[in-house]
Each structure stands twice: as C-alpha cells, then as structure tokens.
C-alpha cells in the first residue's frame, strides 16, 4: 500500500499508477465491476472504459458532442456493463456494453486520436437510451436504481445486476428554470416531475444534485446552488408514474451554508446526511431533514470546517462511509474523516487543477480456498489471472483525475 502523506508526515505519497489517454481535462471517473474496470470522461466528450488490472483501455468512443459532465459504469450479467453519460450536449445516453463485443470495440485511445488527427471513426457500444437534458449549468445528473417491491435503494456494484429489470430515476437540471430539477424515468424515458425553483429566494443556477432512497424508503433529492443554498426534497409513498412530486422540507431558506457557489454534495450509505464543498473554504456536513420545514432545527449544519482551501469540487465519499475526498482546484487530492471532518491526507502528483474523483470498493474478497491454493503453485495462465485480478479487487482505489488529461491510481487505508 503507498504511504499516505499526512500533516504530521513530511515523505510525499505518489501513486501506485498513472493512465496516460486522454488530450483534455478528466472531468467524470467511477470505478465498477468490483474494482476491476474504471469509467472516465474528458471535456473533449471521450469515454474510456480502462482495465484497472492491465491498465489497458477496454473500449473507448466519442459519446457526447461536448464535454462531459458525469459519467458511471455497472456491472451486468453475462460479463458485460452499462456505462451512463452526461454531456454538454445536452444529452443524457445509456450504453450496453457486451462481453462478447469486447473485440469488434475500439481501443484507440484520444490522446492518440488527436496525435493523428483523424475523426471518430471506431465502433461504438450498442446505444440503449438517449434523453435530451439540460447542460447549460455544468450540473451533472444523478441516479438510483429502485426494486419498488421493496422500497429499496439498490445503487450498488457490490453485485452485477440487469438494470433492465429496474427502475432508474435520474435528477438533472431543468432545462428553462436554471434553478429547477427534473426527474426522469428509465426505462420508460418519460419526465416524472420537475422541482420548480422558489421565485422568492434568488438561488441562481442548480450547482448539483444527489437523488437517493433514505433508509425507511423515502425517495429524497438534495440540491445545492449558485448562491450557496442547499435544499432537500422528500417524496414519500408509492413512486407512482401517474402521480410524481416531491415536497420542500429544507428550512430556514434564506440561510446560505456557503457564501460561494456550491461546487458538488455527495450522500453517504447510511442516507442520514450528505457533505458539501464549494468555491469558498468551506466543507459542511448537513443532516437529512425528516419531517417538515423548521421542525427542531433538524436543517441545521451537523458541523461545519473551514478548510482554508478554496475550490474544492468533486467531493466523492467511499462506499464505507468513512472517509470523503475533494478534489482541489490548487491540483491538490484532500481526504477527510466522514465522522470527524478532520484532513487525514493531502495528494500532491498533478501539476495542474484536479476536477474529480473516485472511490473503488472496500468489501472484503473472498480469499482463495486451499485448494485454489494448491493448484495456484502450478502457476497455470488462469491461475496467475485470478491472483492479479484479486489483488486490483483488494486494492483501496481512489481514482484523481486531473486538467493535464491525466488519471493517477492510489492506494490509501
């Protein structure tokens, strides 16, 4: 594992590994299929699906006509994924990627597509959905995948899932209300509802937006704004198609958290708070309000940091709640304590400012039986396949990607 650079440690961390492809600033990354494949995506609108064991690329293709704002991977039976694509192009596009296809796919990486300056000509990924967004407020959509049985949040990669067989809900900014949120419905594609802005609170444009199911089943959507509010709508009963809005329970409205615009807001798996970071210093933890507007002052900030670093976006918590990192606009990584706020670590390797970042999974792997054990002495191709996949699995990943097009790989507690 590398070391991690702390205050009280002056040995710089580096990391484990750099991937070199793209020719434009890393704006989206997620890693998926239990550590083993990692999604980024640039401001030129390039997608590269990379295998975090051989730090090949597995596919990469053109997917937006503008950057992009956001990009995810899951894992789906049969071997194969599903990668979902925001771009400044105001489209919003689910991609099917086959096992079987991984050879007919391209490989050219667009750092070597510009080298040579030749167009997009290689064979793209099957093209499940495509909805028209907004993308005029670089706000990037959010999802969830939803069982409606069982009223649960199912936005996990822990299993491979056919998505088909759910319910998404996407959150994205309204396309004529810059403060407002739509939802969408996959797979149906409709527009369930759009969360209008308050006319009498000058929020300005919709900044990001998280759409999740708390633990007793209500679907909520937190936002967070140009001007520095952040809000929380709660929907609860049946997801009904026919009968979709979601309530204001935020209080205290014109109290802003943030005196600069809010930069990105992350939830963690417990869905009993979420964490905000924005231009100004500030880092804030806020509670999810359970009830109604001004109730106890359940709105109020759980805690409140000034980290003396402004510009900090892309704010990612790990799956295992603990910690959260930030990616800073000073090309400096910070990873903070989720319980206490404290910086447990500063990531210094890009030269020039980092736009996100990305967590790998932390559940245990199955360690090998003894009988794995036993024929793994023979050294078989396959054998020696398993030992490097499960060592990229057991590895504690955070992806950084950076405005120098580069992605760097680290390994931390």
């Keep these: 594992m590398a070391e991690v650079t702390s205050q009280s440690q002056q040995a710089a961390a580096t990391p484990v590994y750099i991937l070199r492809g793209h020719a434009a600033p890393i704006h989206a990354l997620y890693i998926f299929s239990q550590n083993l494949r990692l999604v980024s995506g640039d401001a030129d609108g390039w997608i590269v699906v990379w295998d975090l064991v051989t730090k090949r690329p597995v596919t990469v293709w053109k997917a937006h006509e503008g950057a992009i704002l956001e990009a995810k991977g899951f894992a789906v039976d049969g071997g194969g994924a599903e990668i979902?694509?925001?771009?400044?192009?105001?489209?919003?596009?689910?991609?099917?990627?086959?096992?079987e296809d991984d050879k007919f796919l391209d490989k050219t990486l667009p750092v070597d597509v510009a080298a040579s300056n030749q167009q997009d000509k290689g064979t793209k990924p099957w093209l499940l959905h495509s909805l028209p967004v907004n993308a005029l407020n670089f706000c990037a959509f959010s999802?969830?995948?939803?069982?409606?049985?069982?009223?649960?949040?199912?936005?996990?990669?822990?299993?491979?899932?056919?998505?088909?067989?759910?319910?998404?809900?996407?959150?994205?900014?309204?396309?004529?209300?810059?403060?407002?949120?739509?939802?969408?419905?996959?797979?149906?594609?409709?527009?369930?509802?759009?969360?209008?802005?308050?006319?009498?609170?000058?929020?300005?444009?919709?900044?990001?937006?998280?759409?999740?199911?708390?633990?007793?089943?209500d679907l909520y959507v937190t936002s967070a704004y140009e001007d520095g509010h952040v809000m929380a709508f709660v929907r609860r009963g049946p997801l009904d198609p026919a009968s979709f809005d979601l309530k204001y329970i935020s209080s205290h409205p014109w109290n802003r958290p943030h005196s600069q615009p809010v930069l990105s807001i992350d939830v963690p798996p417990s869905r009993d708070c979420f964490f905000s970071s924005s231009a100004d210093a500030l880092i804030i933890k806020h509670p999810i309000p359970t009830h109604s507007i001004g109730k106890n002052g359940e709105d109020l900030p759980l805690k409140t940091i000034n980290s003396k670093h402004s510009g900090q976006q892309g704010l990612r918590i790990r799956r295992d709640g603990k910690i959260f990192a930030t990616a800073g606009w000073d090309s400096r990584v910070r990873v903070y304590s989720a319980k206490t706020m404290k910086e447990l670590a500063v990531l210094k390797w890009h030269k020039d400012g980092c736009y996100a970042v990305a967590f790998g999974e932390v559940d245990p792997v199955p360690e090998p039986t003894s009988s794995d054990k036993a024929e793994g002495q023979s050294l078989s191709l396959a054998t020696v396949h398993n030992q490097r996949n499960l060592k990229v699995q057991q590895t504690h990943w955070l992806a950084v990607g950076s405005k120098d097009g580069k992605v760097s790989l680290w390994d931390i507690y």
């Excluded at 694509?85 to 990627?97: F, I």
């Excluded at 996990?156 to 403060?179: C, M, Q, W, Y």
């Design 84 to 99: 979902y694509t925001h771009g400044r192009d105001h489209k919003l596009c689910v991609w099917k990627l086959r096992k």
């Design 143 to 217: 999802m969830t995948f939803i069982d409606e049985h069982t009223r649960k949040d199912i936005d996990d990669d822990s299993k491979p899932h056919e998505t088909r067989n759910n319910d998404i809900l996407f959150a994205v900014p309204n396309a004529l209300d810059s403060g407002g949120i739509d939802i969408f419905h996959l797979p149906s594609e409709l527009r369930l509802c759009t969360i209008r802005s308050d006319p009498t609170i000058k929020t300005g444009m919709v900044m990001s937006v998280e759409i999740f199911l708390s633990a007793s089943g």
